[in-house]
Nanobody
Framework: QVQLVESGGGLVQAGGSLRLSCAATIHPFTFPFGIFSMGWFRKAPGKEREFVASIYSRDSDTNYAESVKGRFTISRDNAKSLMHLQMISLKPEDTAVYYC?????????????WGQGTQVTVNS
């Protein structure tokens, strides 16, 4: 069982920045955090959930949605079981609930574990 808790969401003006964090707790401690590929999705009102970014377990290879490339940076701290999403140059269209997700091994478009989400609101 993997528990994921997001933090760092909030209200920001367009052009501003936010840093989201995802803390992982693994029960029981059968696998280290480092074996999980991690990622972020977001869901805006009236829209489908969309992929934002992912970071692979083995070599920390990253992947981004076209809409956030150059503005968002995903990173992980395996020693602390943390993942982050640094967001700069935020736009109103980035407004959504952001979800942390985890998948053992290679990244999947349908990750096995999900957090509860954190709201990001960008005002124009």
């Amino acid at each position: 069982q993997v528990q994921l808790v997001e933090s760092g969401g909030g209200l920001v003006q367009a052009g501003g920045s936010l840093r989201l964090s995802c803390a992982a707790t693994i029960h029981p401690f059968t696998f280290p955090f480092g074996i999980f590929s991690m990622g972020w999705f977001r869901k805006a009102p009236g829209k489908e959930r969309e992929f934002v970014a992912s970071i692979y377990s083995r070599d920390s290879d990253t992947n981004y949605a076209e809409s956030v490339k150059g503005r968002f940076t995903i990173s992980r701290d395996n020693a602390k079981s943390l993942m982050h999403l640094q967001m700069i140059s935020l736009k109103p269209e980035d407004t959504a609930v952001y979800y942390c997700a985890a998948q053992p091994g290679r990244w999947s478009e349908s990750p096995r574990y999900w957090g509860q989400g954190t709201q990001v609101t960008v005002n124009s």
